[in-house]
Structure formats: C-alpha cells, structure tokens
Nanobody, 123 residues
C-alpha cells in the first residue's frame, strides 16, 4: 500500500508562485511514476505533470509547460510541483497520484491517490 499526502496549497494572487509537495510513504516498490492532477470546480480532473522515480522521464501538460516544474527528492520520498506565473484558471484542487505505468497521463492509469490540496489564484 502507498500513502500520498499533499501540502502547500493556498491562496495566491495572479502572477504568484506556489510549491506543492507530495509525501510518499508505505510499501513503495521500485519504479513508481508520480503524477499531479487537478480538478477545478465543475470540471473533470486533468493531468498536470508526471515524473518517473528516477526522474529520467518527465511529462508536462501543455497548459503547464513553461510555468510548472515537477521534481522529486528520493531521499525524502517527496515529489514537488513548483508553480509560477499562476493564473486564475489554475484554481483547482491538486492531487498527487502514483502508478507503475510509464507515460501515464490518464487518471485511470493511476493506482494511488492523495486527498488533494486546494489552490486558489485571485485576479
């Protein structure tokens, strides 16, 4: 079993930055891909970014490219999502998830989920 706990969400003005963290615990075996998704009010959950545990594979959604950076600290079993130049349309609950599948950009491919951390970007 894998447990994921997100933190770092909050209220920020447009143009600002936030860093989300996802602490991973439990029976973490080998090559898990860690992903970030988000769900805005009234919308479906969408892929944001993913990183393999060795960080040799990184995928970023077009909406996040150039503004969001995904990284991980293996020693701390933590994955990060650095978000810059935030826009009101980035407002959503952000979820961390884990899967063994490479190039996994669909939520259906992920086996474990955190409870989410809310991000609100004011204009």
């Amino acid at each position: 079993q894998v447990q994921l706990v997100e933190s770092g969400g909050g209220l920020v003005q447009a143009g600002g930055s936030l860093r989300l963290s996802c602490a991973v615990s439990g029976r973490v075996f080998g090559n898990y891909v860690m992903g970030w998704f988000r769900q805005a009010p009234g919308k479906e959950r969408e892929f944001v970014a993913a990183i393999s545990w060795s960080a040799d594979h990184i995928y970023v959604a077009d909406s996040a490219k150039g503004r969001f950076t995904i990284s991980r600290d293996s020693a701390k079993n933590t994955v990060y999502l650095q978000m810059t130049s935030l826009k009101p349309e980035d407002t959503a609950v952000y979820y961390c998830a884990a899967t063994r599948m490479l190039m996994a950009t669909s939520q259906k491919m992920y086996d474990y989920w955190g409870h989410g951390t809310p991000v609100t970007v004011s204009s």
